[in-house]
Nanobody
Framework: QVQLVESGGGLIQAGGSLRLSCAAS????????MGWFRQAPGKEREFVAA????????YYADSVKGRFTISRDNAKNTVYLQMNSLKPEDTAVYYC????????????????WGQGTQVTVSS
């Protein structure tokens, strides 16, 4: 079992930056692929970024490529999402997710989810 707790969301002006954190419980965090997803009102939850257990591989949605960076610190059981050049269309609830398997961008491939943190980008 893995429990995930996101933090770092908030209200930010367009063009600004935020860093989301996801703290995970459990001794085997370093073996989990971690992902970030987001869900805007009235829309389906969509993939944002993912990182392999070692941090050696990362995937990004086209909409955030070049602006967002996913990283992890296995010693701290934490995964991060650095978000730069934020746009109003980035407004959503951001969720951290974990899976004990190879990296994937598929939402249904993740077994554990956090409660989400709201990010609101004003124009």
């Amino acid at each position: 079992q893995v429990q995930l707790v996101e933090s770092g969301g908030g209200l930010i002006q367009a063009g600004g930056s935020l860093r989301l954190s996801c703290a995970a419980s459990g001794r085997t965090f370093s073996r989990y692929t971690m992902g970030w997803f987001r869900q805007a009102p009235g829309k389906e939850r969509e993939f944002v970024a993912a990182i392999s257990w070692s941090g050696g591989r990362t995937y990004y949605a086209d909409s955030v490529k070049g602006r967002f960076t996913i990283s992890r610190d296995n010693a701290k059981n934490t995964v991060y999402l650095q978000m730069n050049s934020l746009k109003p269309e980035d407004t959503a609830v951001y969720y951290c997710a974990a899976r004990y398997a190879e990296i994937t961008t598929t939402r249904t491939g993740y077994d554990y989810w956090g409660q989400g943190t709201q990010v609101t980008v004003s124009s």
